[in-house]
């Protein structure tokens, strides 16, 4: 993560996460927190190496259209994800987070 005002917006706001807990090694020094949703947890860190900005995730989970319709009527300013058909057979949406990580929720049909 580059942006935490940005992000814990995204997370918390928009998708609906939990921010669980966070650790800095001093108040100077990045910060690594974790965020969770429905048993899921996601690590999210701003020290050098730890990731790759733009990765992918894939999230498996039930409720896709109510979870769509949960974040379209959140009206983020940065994001109105859209249901797609697979050509697998799953219902999948597809967001961006601030550090351009992309997050795609699958349910398959």
Do not use: C, K
Request: hydrophobic share 40%; proline share 7%; aromatic share 14%.
């Amino acid at each position: 993560m580059f942006d935490i005002p940005a992000t814990r917006g995204f997370y918390l706001d928009f998708l609906g996460f939990t921010w669980d807990w966070e650790h800095r090694f001093a108040p100077d020094l990045p910060l690594y927190a974790q965020v969770s949703l429905g048993g899921t947890a996601l690590h999210l860190s701003q020290h050098h190496g730890d990731a790759t900005p733009g990765s992918g995730l894939l999230f498996m989970i039930q409720g896709i259209e109510g979870f769509h319709a949960a974040l379209i009527g959140r009206r983020y300013g940065f994001a109105r994800p859209a249901l797609e058909d697979a050509p697998w057979g799953a219902r999948i949406l597809r967001v961006q987070d601030p550090a351009g990580n992309r997050l795609t929720f699958n349910e398959p049909r």
